[in-house]
């Protein structure tokens, strides 16, 4: 039996170099490589769903949609088609600095369809968001008060893990079982009323950056196509109560509008 050619895999500094990049309306670059099993119109209508404000923040950037990102050694590469070796090789995106510019490889054959690869995009471009223009104090004064009313769920293992350590700071470490004190007994009743640390500043602030990137993915998505919530769902940690999200999209709309022909609306499936 003839062996398939085997897939000569090509620098992903080479792919910018020769791929022509272009520019969509809201003024994101972009570029296709080789088979990636999307058509222009499809991808056009994903990449137009960032809203203009979050699109002119993200200067200096172009998202290469190719067909699979081999990151396995400190250079990049890019394959022009897929095998089944070459994807368990595969990961999701690289980011690559090139002439200046950040050149985002996203691996279009990974995902499984028009959903996955949508919220692969926005998932980048919120945190891209987020890196150039932070979070809004509005955002952090809801999350942060949603956490503090103890609601359930997070939209990301990032957003979940933080959130757990600014609300849990780890405390001083237990005594040695055995361990004896010498402590006066009113320095000891002193020390026990000490309080314990409020929050973990640090974590606090990465909680919003994660929790906020979280809601402009998923904000995105919600305009560039119709899904349903537990669609979301992850097996690590529970998702966001729908309320509490819902209450974080409506807050990401009316600082981001829609762009024209992109409508955002939440629907409520009601139990029969």
């Not at 955002?139 to 609601?151: K, N, R």
């Not at 000891?188 to 950056?209: C, G, I, L, Q």
């Not at 305009?223 to 537990?230: E, G, P, R, S, T």
Request: charged letters at 20%; proline letters at 6%; a negative charge.
């Amino acid at each position: 039996m003839a062996q398939a050619a085997q897939i000569e895999l090509v620098p992903a500094s080479q792919v910018a170099q020769q791929t022509p990049v272009q520019q969509s309306a809201n003024a994101i670059c972009y570029a296709m490589f080789a088979d990636t099993h999307i058509t222009p119109r499809d991808l056009e209508e994903i990449i137009q769903a960032v809203p203009n404000p979050i699109a002119a923040a993200l200067t200096s950037r172009a998202y290469y949609f190719v067909p699979l990102t081999i990151g396995e050694t400190e250079e990049t590469l890019i394959a022009p088609s897929y095998s089944v070796a070459l994807g368990d090789r595969a990961i999701c995106h690289r980011s690559v600095h090139y002439e200046g510019a950040d050149c985002v490889f996203i691996s279009t054959r990974l995902m499984q369809d028009r959903f996955a690869l949508a919220f692969e995009f926005f998932i980048n471009v919120g945190h891209h968001f987020v890196d150039a223009a932070g979070v809004p104090q509005s955002f952090c004064d809801l999350a942060w008060s949603q956490a503090m009313a103890g609601v359930r769920g997070e939209t990301s293992q990032d957003a979940h893990e933080n959130r757990r350590r600014a609300l849990h700071p780890s405390q001083t470490a237990v005594k040695r079982k055995g361990e004896k004190s010498f402590a006066r007994a009113g320095d000891r009743e002193a020390e026990n009323k000490k309080p314990s640390p409020a929050v973990d500043e640090k974590a606090k602030t990465d909680y919003f950056e994660a929790a906020f990137s979280d809601a402009l993915a998923i904000y995105m998505l919600s305009l560039a196509l119709d899904f349903n919530y537990v669609d979301l769902r992850e097996r690590e940690y529970p998702l966001l109560a729908p309320a509490a999200l819902a209450e974080r999209l409506r807050h990401v709309a009316a600082l981001f509008p829609p762009n024209p022909s992109y409508i955002f609306q939440i629907s409520h499936r009601h139990k029969a």
